[in-house]
């Protein structure tokens, strides 16, 4: 994650990462206030917030448009792609949960495929040099490899953040090369993502966290007020509803990114070196959690460096090295690279 922050800091002027900064926080201001007490209260009332409406009619769309287009910092990009949602809010009426249901039943055997995946960047050696890959429905992965092996190109990639030089990705069924950039957003709901930096919105407290991500796909008020409890109970959080992200340890910030991940209930998590902040002990937490999504039915594809819970875990394992894949096991283990 070095290189990346390096480069979506370097390509960031000021003024955009304030323009975005404060596009997100009106944003999630709009999510504070479907999510708290009084509005909550009017809302189910007249069935929607109208908060909710107004943010997402008119707010939402062209904030978010901008969000996208000006490469947004690392926190507030998460935001979004978390939720999956980049220009999401673009005139598009709300999918309802029934929609959504029956594209997840159409999701084909294999949710992820690269086949001859090329991708270089402008300057040295090609990030990924040849990478075929298949994950199916429900599996879970490790990805290793030393730092620079092209872990994170690989998910940026499967994020449509990135285009491969050449190559074919598939990723639910979608053709990510030939996506349409309006399509973008509505390609990332499919997709759950957390990083290393967990990338919370840290004037907001927990459940307006989570609640963004709903609030970004238009997701009912009644809706809402079910599904972010239910994500912070699976997550163990549900007392900690009201703290800022400061107030929380690192194990428990990286549990409301996951939260905020899952509960638009993508059929796909991504999870680029979640543990890299943590502690063993909340290291083993997040892993556990991310294995009990797994059992649920979510398909998980991590990247650590964390040798001994890969080892432990005995889940598929793909190394990576310079670009390539060297070795790709069930039930495998940490291979040394030296
Ligand atoms: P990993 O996540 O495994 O550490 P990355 O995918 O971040 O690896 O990087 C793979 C290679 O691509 C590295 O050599 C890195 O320096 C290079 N790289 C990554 N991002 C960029 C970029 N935006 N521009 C140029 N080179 C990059
Ligand atoms: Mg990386």
Do not use: C
């Not at 304030?18 to 926080?25: K, L, T, V």
């Not at 990478?131 to 599996?139: A, N, P, Q």
């Not at 092996?149 to 090369?177: A, D, F, H, M, Q």
Request: positive net charge; hydrophobic residues 35%.
């Amino acid at each position: 994650m070095r290189e990346d922050t390096k480069a979506s800091q370097s390509k960031n002027a000021p003024q955009s990462k304030n323009a975005m900064q404060s596009s997100i926080a009106l944003q999630a201001r709009g999510a504070a206030q479907s999510g708290t007490a009084p509005q909550e209260r009017n809302a189910s009332r007249t069935g929607e917030a109208p908060q909710t409406r107004g943010v997402s009619r008119t707010g939402a769309a062209p904030q978010a448009r901008s969000a996208s287009q000006t490469k947004a910092p690392s926190q507030a990009r998460a935001a979004q792609q978390s939720t999956a949602a980049g220009k999401q809010g673009e005139s598009r009426p709300p999918e309802n949960a029934i929609g959504r249901k029956k594209k997840r039943a159409a999701l084909p055997e294999e949710v992820i495929v690269l086949d001859h995946v090329v991708k270089s960047y402008s300057t040295g050696a090609p990030a990924l040099n040849g990478i075929s890959l298949k994950v199916k429905r429900g599996e879970f992965v490790f990805i290793v490899g030393d730092s620079g092996s092209g872990k994170s190109t690989l998910i940026k990639l499967l994020l449509r953040e990135l285009l491969p030089t050449e190559g074919g990705i598939t990723v639910n069924g979608t053709n990510v090369v030939r996506l349409r950039r309006r399509k973008i957003p509505k390609f990332r709901r499919g997709i759950g993502v957390v990083f290393q930096d967990f990338r919370l919105l840290k004037d907001r407290n927990v459940y307006d966290n989570v609640a963004f991500a709903q609030l970004i796909i238009q997701a009912k008020a009644r809706d809402i007020r079910k599904n972010v409890p239910m994500m912070l109970s699976l997550v163990g959080l549900a007392g900690k509803y009201k703290a800022k992200p400061k107030q929380l340890s690192g194990g428990e910030q990286q549990r409301v990114a996951l939260a905020r991940a899952l509960v638009n209930n993508p059929p796909i998590l991504l999870a680029d070196e979640p543990t890299g902040n943590l502690d063993p002990k909340n290291s083993w937490e997040i892993m556990k959690l991310l294995e009990e999504i797994n059992e649920k039915g979510t398909t998980v594809l991590v990247v650590t460096h964390n040798r001994e819970i890969v080892n432990a875990m005995k889940k598929r394992v793909i190394t990576m090295k310079k670009g390539v894949i060297v070795s790709d096991e069930e039930q495998g283990a940490y291979i040394d690279e030296d």
